[in-house]
């Protein structure tokens, strides 16, 4: 059973950088999707960003966008989702996952990671 596994996050202050990392340990990523979402206390999960098979499609939340980049490196099986600019409402657990479509909905993903914390405060 193919798992996700996150890392990267931790405690930052307003306006720094987090990079969460996504890889899949025995398991090859390049024919799916990868999508990341967050779910901050009381919250309904969110879409974050995805990125295509290739890397050559990417979407992002409007709350994000102009501030989270997110990329992946097939040779090296691993996704990543470079958050700068950070904000105390960037809040959340963040997790990654892997499907086939192309979409922030999350019912279009199969598998997913554990999630890692990102915590924005001063």
């Known amino acids: 059973q193919l798992q996700l596994v996150e890392s990267g996050g931790g405690l930052v202050q307003p306006g720094g950088s987090l990079r969460l990392s996504c890889s899949a340990p025995?398991?090859?990523?390049?024919?799916?999707?990868i999508g990341w979402f967050r779910q901050a206390p009381g919250k309904e999960r969110e879409g974050v960003s995805y990125i295509s098979k290739r890397g050559g499609w990417k979407n992002y939340a409007d709350s994000v966008k102009g501030r989270f980049t997110v990329s992946r490196d097939n040779a090296g099986n691993t996704a990543y989702l470079q958050m700068n600019s950070l904000k105390p409402e960037d809040t959340a657990v963040y997790y990654c996952?892997?499907?086939?479509?192309?979409?922030?909905?999350?019912?279009?993903?199969?598998?997913w990671g554990q999630g890692t914390q990102v915590t924005v405060s001063s």
């Open positions: 025995g398991f090859t990523l390049d024919y799916l999707v």
């Open positions: 996952a892997a499907g086939r479509g192309a979409t922030l909905d999350d019912k279009e993903y199969d598998y």
